[in-house]
């Protein structure tokens, strides 16, 4: 079974650019969550998708946003890029809500903001 | 608010020690806990999940306990490998209408050969 794949893996993108970021989610899986990392603020949520609903949101500015569309992909959407943003956005796939509930992640996708 | 904290931040040891890594979290309400490693610059590689309702997981040299009374996990490793090397987090979920995890702050492992 192919894992959760991410793309692109890096990009980077100027100071008020927008950008998207894709994830497609191991086969079979509909809960979608995404996640951001930086080294001084660790991981944090930013939101789940699960059947095309946004579930939960994170603790993050209108400027990120994402959906999941009736395959289960998923994309989010970062506008007018600050210099803050820049980070490694990880997206974990589950079972979700059947049993157990384990979440796989992806490779990440490595945005610099310059 | 749940809080998940995870000591020591960095560890050093020479190969074929066995250690312990420790998880601690602030609310017991869990629904499961998950230890991930990390590999620099890369995705998370699950390595175990445990229940609420369970004590410990167990996958080749890995063994994971969960104390949910005291709010503790352990994650231990059995004679370690210089490929053992990595960043090992914890996260929990509290369950219901989320997936969200909750990640501690994570333990750097160097395992020298």
């Known amino acids: 079974k192919a894992g959760v794949t991410q793309t692109p893996r890096y990009l980077i993108k100027t100071r008020g650019q927008q950008v998207t970021l894709s994830c497609s989610p191991i086969?079979?899986?509909?809960?979608v969550s995404w996640y951001q990392q930086t080294p001084g603020q660790g991981l944090q949520f930013l939101f789940e998708?699960?059947?095309?609903?946004?579930?939960n949101k994170g603790n993050f500015p209108g400027r990120f946003s994402g959906r999941q569309f009736s395959n289960s992909r998923s994309e989010m959407n970062v506008s007018t890029l600050e210099l803050g943003d820049s980070a490694l956005y990880l997206c974990?796939?589950?079972?979700?809500?059947?049993?157990?509930?384990?979440?796989?992640f992806g490779p990440g996708t490595r945005l610099t903001v310059t | 608010k749940q809080e998940v904290t995870q000591i020591p931040a960095a560890l050093s040891v020479p190969e074929g020690e066995n250690l312990v890594l420790n998880c601690s979290f602030t609310?017991?309400?869990?629904?499961?806990l998950q230890w991930f490693r990390q590999d620099p610059g890369k995705g998370l590689t699950s390595l175990l999940l445990?229940?609420?309702?369970?004590r410990e997981q167990t996958s080749g040299r890995l063994n994971a306990s969960l104390d949910k009374s005291s709010g503790r996990s352990t994650l231990y490793i059995a004679a370690s490998q210089p490929g053992d090397s990595a960043t090992y987090l914890c996260?929990?979920?509290?369950?219901?209408?989320?997936?969200?995890?909750?990640f501690g702050t994570g333990t750097l492992l160097a395992v020298q050969p």
């Open positions: 445990i229940q609420s309702s369970q």
């Open positions: 086969s079979g899986h509909r809960s």
């Open positions: 998708y699960f059947s095309e609903t946004q579930r």
């Open positions: 974990a796939s589950s079972s979700w809500p059947r049993q157990g509930h384990e979440q796989y």
């Open positions: 996260a929990v979920t509290r369950g219901g209408a989320t997936n969200k995890l909750i």
């Open positions: 609310d017991s309400a869990i629904y499961n």
